[in-house]
């Protein structure tokens, strides 16, 4: 039999490299719920605010990830970079969530919160099946609206 120990470590070995696409690009990942609570309240959470709620599916892996890398590049970014992992990290998840005012949970998506409230949000139904240029625009044309 099986330890759940030993799929755990599994399934971490799996995930880490979906971690990775966005740690490189500087996103902070958030584990826990007061990890969570810390970045997006108070200080921390003044100015514009990237969560990227990622997920081991197959339009995270196609088009969410790689549309946050080519949407940094463009000339306006949000302050801050932050993600959590739906499924895996699901308390931290869960928490995150709860910033996300009158938004059913979706992953993977977006939200760009700014001065700590909701601005934005774009859902997986809005990343399924859409060229990765059109994902990365729409993510864009957030930044220009609602970053400074």
Same mark, same amino acid.
């Given at each position: 039999m099986v330890s759940q120990n030993f799929y755990f470590q599994q399934m971490q070995m799996m995930? *880490?490299?979906? !971690?990775? /696409?966005l740690t490189r690009l500087g996103i902070k990942e958030l584990r826990t719920p007061e990890e969570v609570d810390e970045a997006l *309240?108070? /200080?921390? @959470?003044?100015?514009t605010t990237l969560v990227v709620v990622n997920s081991v599916c197959?339009? %995270? %892996?196609? =088009?969410? !990830?790689? @549309?946050? @890398? =080519? #949407?940094?590049k463009h000339d306006k970014v949000p302050? $801050? =970079?932050?993600?959590?992992? @739906?499924? *895996?990290?699901r308390e931290a998840t869960a928490q %995150?969530?709860?910033?996300? /005012?009158?938004?059913?949970? #979706? #992953?993977? #998506?977006?939200? =760009?919160? &700014?001065?700590?409230?909701?601005? $934005?949000?774009i859902h997986r139904h809005e990343i399924e099946n859409v060229p990765l240029e059109e994902l990365a625009a729409k993510l864009t044309s %957030?930044?220009? &609206?609602y970053c400074d």
């Open positions: 995930v *880490q490299p979906m !971690r990775d /696409e *309240q108070g /200080e921390g @959470a003044k100015g197959g339009c %995270a %892996a196609g =088009l969410a !990830r790689p @549309a946050v @890398a =080519l #949407s940094l302050d $801050h =970079l932050y993600t959590v992992f @739906a499924g *895996q990290d %995150a969530r709860t910033y996300f /005012e009158g938004q059913p949970p #979706s #992953s993977p #998506s977006f939200a =760009l919160l &700014k001065d700590g409230k909701l601005v $934005h949000m %957030a930044y220009d &609206k």
